[in-house]
């Protein structure tokens, strides 16, 4: 297979664990706290990549080790307790909406702090796609007031550190294999990460208690695809393509989220899918090529 076709399997493969990712937040939710699952799915998921990618971590240099350290930082630990924060107040379809601001971000990130270029046409798709996030926030407030929208700061910061993140690895780490950038990104989060679980009480609770179990399932499932496998295969489609194609992920990740939100009962109101499709009008103007 070659590499456009690759790239494009992985994206399809990304946005249906990634868009799935939402609902298993929500539901391990139910027993966890924020800081339980944020600080368990990073234990987990680094246990995973420990075990079949700790040897490739030899491969980085101490260059390496510094870009390694702000990618870990932003993608692997602060993300995960920042969805989880926002997702006791949110409907995970969304989240899954507001996440969709990424493809802007990483433009914006690129021009501002990479030198990348960009067009006319990307500019306004980037103004097009923040107010349809603003546009989205506001409907949510105005329609929806037993949830809270002011915790949408937490997605939209997730979505920076993306940006960021998207950024690091393809300008300063895309000689690394994707697993040891995947690795050594989460050996970078793991003890932070253990630390906060520590703290959080969760040993001293989880005996005897059936809701935090059961609720740990969901978890797994998250930490181990949506979380470990995720993350080689996105460190994957960066080196095969540009950050803004591997940023669309993004484009599908709604539909999936979505879909299982309303089978869950969650629902979105008409103002709500306005602003999620201007979002993702905008992404796709900053993404559209000129034949």
Do not use: C
């Amino acid at each position: 297979m070659n590499d456009y076709n690759k790239k494009w399997l992985y994206l399809i493969l990304l946005s249906l664990v990634w868009g799935s990712s939402f609902i298993l937040i929500k539901k391990a939710l139910i027993g966890l706290t924020p800081v339980q699952l944020g600080g368990l799915r990073i234990v987990f998921a680094s246990l995973i990549l420990f075990l079949f990618g700790f040897r490739s971590i030899r491969t980085l240099s101490i260059k390496d080790w510094k870009w390694v350290t702000w990618a870990g930082l932003l993608s692997s630990f602060f993300p995960p307790f920042l969805f989880a924060l926002a997702q006791t107040q949110i409907d995970s379809g969304v989240t899954s909406i507001l996440n969709s601001v990424v493809p802007l971000l990483t433009t914006l990130v690129g021009v501002l702090l990479f030198g990348a270029l960009i067009t006319k046409r990307q500019v306004g798709g980037v103004f097009i796609g923040l107010a349809g996030t603003i546009a989205l926030v506001v409907a949510g407030m105005d329609f929806n007031p037993n949830q809270n929208y002011w915790y949408s700061i937490f997605i939209l910061l997730s979505a920076l550190a993306y940006a960021l993140n998207i950024n690091i690895i393809k300008k300063h780490l895309n000689h690394l294999s994707p697993l040891a950038v995947t690795t050594a990104s989460f050996s970078v989060a793991f003890l932070p990460a253990l630390a906060l679980v520590f703290y959080s009480g969760f040993f001293n609770e989880v005996q005897g208690n059936i809701t935090m179990q059961s609720s740990l399932w969901y978890l797994l499932i998250l930490a181990v695809v949506g979380t470990a496998i995720a993350n080689i295969f996105f460190n994957k489609l960066i080196q095969l393509s540009s950050p803004v194609f591997a940023a669309s992920v993004t484009y599908l990740i709604p539909l999936v989220a979505i879909f299982w939100g309303v089978l869950d009962g969650e629902s979105l109101n008409a103002y709500e899918l306005f602003g999620g499709v201007v979002i993702l009008l905008g992404v796709w103007m900053v993404n559209r090529r000129k034949r």
